[in-house]
């Protein structure tokens, strides 16, 4: 049986019991030492074994196919008429959004192990488990790989928290197999089999919301936009990278060749990254980050805003940013609420107000209006015009409807979840229409 994301919530209670399996499994082992020395015991456990993906098939994989059907979103990225929506480890669905209202799926970019998405110009960066990989999306129906950064993303984040667990040498994890092993033991050796917990990290993961600074005007070099939930980002000439520890630089002066440059050590548990204007606002399980960006080549930390852990994007518009901090899986916190944060002095955010929220995942905000994906309880819009009273000042609700991440552009939001891809008209914030709808085959 492989494991994919319809196993994310049996896999977390199996990961949760691991512990108390673990000290069963001592005692056992403190028990059959005082057996004697010929004695032997029958075993049987589960485990689950990596399936590998060799490197030689893994980089030669990029290639233009049909146009599939969403089963299992990730990331939402936006440039020009194009919407671009990562299928976790497989690859980027391509939307012709000429008309909203009628949306139109016209390709496929087979990449494997792919979760993040960015694109300037018409290259398309996306990483590809343990490597980087520039796309040239002129023709968005018949793309090309241009180049590839190799092993530059760490093996152990690329498919699972669990990848660690296999073989760098016999290839990248692509999926794990369960299996019922059945052993005869010495009682006089240690317990030799192990449980094997994979945490598929889909949507729990999960790809920074409309940032005013890298949108463009549409210029054939500007950048595109991303989500709340993103890992990559693009301010001027370097692609920001994030992985569980570290902000990588990527030089894109020439688009086709991007280069390494700079790696930046922030801290565990880094999660999601938010350009805006000249800073950059780092999300991870345990606070916020504000870097100074001025020099683009080497940001430099102004700040950081600690809370407990919890999972948590962050937008941010003029002097205020917006937190949301969730329950979940990847974070193992018990918080579901949204931080309003008053950042004009950046080396010192302050706690303004503080909403409960049911299991908020990305946000966004336009001009004094607030978009929350609430998880299972559906998209929420707010006047956050007054900090303190955002609760109360609820536009829309849009319930029956399993949300996780946005992208609100000039009165058109993008919307992404387990159901689907959702656009609105939200040029009226009293008056939010539903343009159009792909859903996720069920």
């Known amino acids: 049986m492989h494991l994919h994301y319809s196993h994310r919530l049996k896999i977390y209670e199996m990961r949760k019991a691991l512990h108390v399996i673990t000290l069963l499994l001592g005692g056992i082992g403190l028990f059959l030492q005082g057996c004697e020395d010929q004695c032997q015991r029958t075993v049987t456990y589960t485990r689950y074994e990596p399936i590998y993906m060799s490197y030689e098939e893994l980089r030669s994989s990029v290639q233009s196919e049909s146009p ?179 902000m990588m630089l990527y030089n894109i002066s020439n688009l086709e060749s991007p280069s390494l440059s700079n790696t930046i050590n922030i801290g565990w548990g880094i999660e999601t990254i938010f350009p805006y204007e000249d800073k950059l606002f780092i999300g991870s399980t345990t606070g916020m980050f504000i870097y100074d960006n001025s020099t683009p080549s080497n940001p430099t930390q102004l700040s950081q805003f600690a809370h407990v852990r919890s999972c948590d994007p962050v937008v941010v518009e003029g002097n205020t940013a917006y937190v949301t901090l969730r329950s979940g899986t990847p974070c193992e916190g018990f918080t579901n609420q949204l931080d309003v944060l008053d950042i004009t002095d950046l080396t010192n955010p302050i706690l303004t107000a503080t909403h409960q929220m049911t299991n908020p995942h990305g946000l966004g905000i336009d001009d004094g209006t607030l978009f929350i994906c609430d998880g299972a309880d559906g998209l929420k819009v707010y006047d956050a015009n007054d900090p303190l009273t955002i609760s109360n000042n609820q536009l829309a609700h849009f319930a029956n409807i399993n949300t996780y991440d946005v992208i609100p552009l000039n009165g058109l939001l993008f919307m992404i979840g387990p159901d689907g891809l959702y656009q609105y008209d939200y040029h009226d914030a009293n008056n939010i229409s539903l343009l159009s709808k792909i859903p996720v085959i069920q």
């Not at 960066?125 to 793309?143: F, G, T």
């Open 68 to 246: 599939r059907e969403l089963e299992q979103p990730g990331k939402i990225y936006f440039k020009t008429i194009y919407i671009f929506v990562s299928e976790v480890n497989e690859g980027i669905h391509v939307i012709d959004n000429s008309d909203p209202a009628n949306p139109q799926t016209i390709s496929f970019i087979r990449v494997p192990g792919n979760r993040d998405i960015a694109v300037k110009g018409n290259i398309l960066y996306a990483d590809s488990y343990v490597d980087l990989v520039a796309i040239d999306i002129s023709d968005p129906r018949n793309v090309s790989e241009v180049s590839r950064v190799e092993n530059t993303f760490p093996y152990f984040s690329s498919a699972s928290t669990m990848s660690w667990l296999g073989d760098p040498a016999e290839g990248v994890v692509r999926d794990w197999e369960e299996r019922e092993v059945t052993e005869t033991i010495d009682c006089s050796s240690s317990y030799g089999g192990g449980i094997w917990m994979a945490e598929d990290l889909a949507n729990g993961s999960g790809g920074g919301t409309f940032s005013p600074v890298t949108t463009g005007g549409g210029s054939e070099v500007s950048p595109g936009v991303g989500g709340s939930m993103a890992r990559f980002t693009i301010y001027q000439d370097f692609l920001y990278a994030i992985s569980d520890q570290d």
